[in-house]
């Protein structure tokens, strides 16, 4: 969709007879990206707009297009909108034959698929970021509980279907939804399974360090195993010339040098913010480098490990890049609302208003995606909108 940027970003470059890749190489992207630009799908970062505005000899105009407009409509949208959306996940939850509620399908589209703990534990994340609980939420949370793997009556964790036993990944992320949920777990029980769950394959892979800190930081943040998983997590880093930034696992000594992952990198400076500050260094360059990056699109990785009698199990996780980046600038120390508002456009751009969900290229609408933007959507608006704080006479 055109907007006042876009038309001036074409009516610029017509005007001085260029050719989009031109104006492209002049500001160092890709032709795509300036035609992305001059059609409205996507807008330039602020150093983008600057370096066009000069390109241009434009003399702040098209900075002051760039940065107007709308904030608010940009982070307000979810109290517009999370009425619908709440009811469109709710549409999608699953039933027993008994009639009682068991949980959510990966993709939000009515189908044969039957509901599993990850997708569930999503779908509890986005609740509680869309209102909280309902009538159906405590047998959710009974479902979730009774899928739990127990050994003489003690819970060890949770699995996702193409994992054989319970793992970190899985577990963390039903613990942090059941806490969401408004779950009461005990620390102690929830420190144990996260312990014990602890293998190697987790100890380098950024995603699985942050997804156990999560419910880690909520429940037992001074905790010992708090600080092992925190330690673990930032010696994941790798300095990208002279930034400590975040692959999508920890660099081995047989591997070349891995490239740095804006996904990693925003979840993990996100849930660093959250952390006790004597617990963690410093993590400007990381934000700096997240306000420059430009392609905030989703990916994936696959989290592999090797079993008994030359079998392994593998697990797929996506991340929604641009709803991760959002986090991570909002809960910067003082939040760049241009950079903000960049990657939330990114967001909304994925959002499905027939559906009320948001979708991935390929038409599917999964569960974490609305989790991920719900959250994104929430922490933008704290730092854009921020309540002010009464006036104490006293």
């Not at 602020?46 to 940009?74: C, I, W, Y």
Request: with cysteine.
């Amino acid at each position: 969709m055109a907007t006042a940027l876009s038309q001036e970003l074409r009516r610029r470059r017509l005007a001085m007879g260029v050719s989009q890749k031109v104006v492209a190489e002049a500001v160092g992207v890709e032709r795509a990206t300036v035609a992305q630009w001059e059609g409205g799908s996507s807008r330039p970062s602020p150093e983008r707009l600057q370096q066009l505005d000069d390109h241009f000899d434009a003399r702040g105009e098209l900075v002051e297009l760039g940065t107007k407009g709308s904030s608010s409509a940009l982070t307000r949208s979810l109290l517009s909108v999370r009425a619908e959306i709440r009811q469109a996940l709710l549409a999608q939850l699953c039933f027993a034959d008994s009639g009682r509620a068991t949980g959510w399908r990966h993709n939000l589209v009515p189908s044969d698929e039957p509901p599993s703990v990850l997708s569930t534990a999503y779908g509890l994340k986005a609740l509680a970021i869309l209102g909280g609980r309902d009538a159906n939420t405590t047998a959710v949370v009974d479902w979730v509980l009774g899928k739990a793997v127990r050994s003489d009556g003690e819970m060890l964790g949770w699995h996702a279907r193409m994992q054989d036993v319970p793992r970190l990944e899985t577990t963390a992320t039903a613990i942090d939804a059941l806490l969401s949920a408004g779950v009461g777990l005990k620390v102690d029980d929830v420190l144990r399974m996260l312990e014990r769950l602890l293998d190697d394959a987790s100890r380098g892979r950024p995603f699985i360090l942050i997804s156990a800190l999560e419910p880690l930081l909520r429940l037992a943040p001074d905790a010992d195993l708090t600080r092992q998983f925190l330690d673990a997590l930032l010696a994941c880093r790798v300095d990208f010339g002279g930034r400590q930034l975040w692959p999508e696992k920890r660099l081995r000594r047989d591997q070349p040098m891995l490239t740095a992952s804006i996904a990693h990198t925003a979840r993990a400076v996100t849930v660093l913010r959250s952390a006790p500050e004597h617990l963690v260094t410093d993590m400007g360059s990381a934000e700096d480098w997240l306000s420059e990056v430009e392609n905030l699109a989703e990916v994936s990785e696959t989290i592999r490990r090797d079993l008994a009698a030359d079998r392994s199990e593998e697990l797929t996780i996506y991340h929604f890049t641009s709803a991760w980046v959002v986090r991570a600038l909002a809960n910067a120390p003082v939040p760049d609302r241009p950079r903000i508002e960049n990657a939330l456009r990114h967001v909304w751009k994925r959002y499905d208003p027939d559906r009320h969900f948001w979708a991935l290229t390929n038409g599917d609408v999964p569960v974490w995606m609305l989790a991920d933007a719900g959250y994104a959507l929430h922490d933008a608006a704290l730092a854009l909108h921020p309540t002010p704080v009464p006036h104490d006479p006293g």
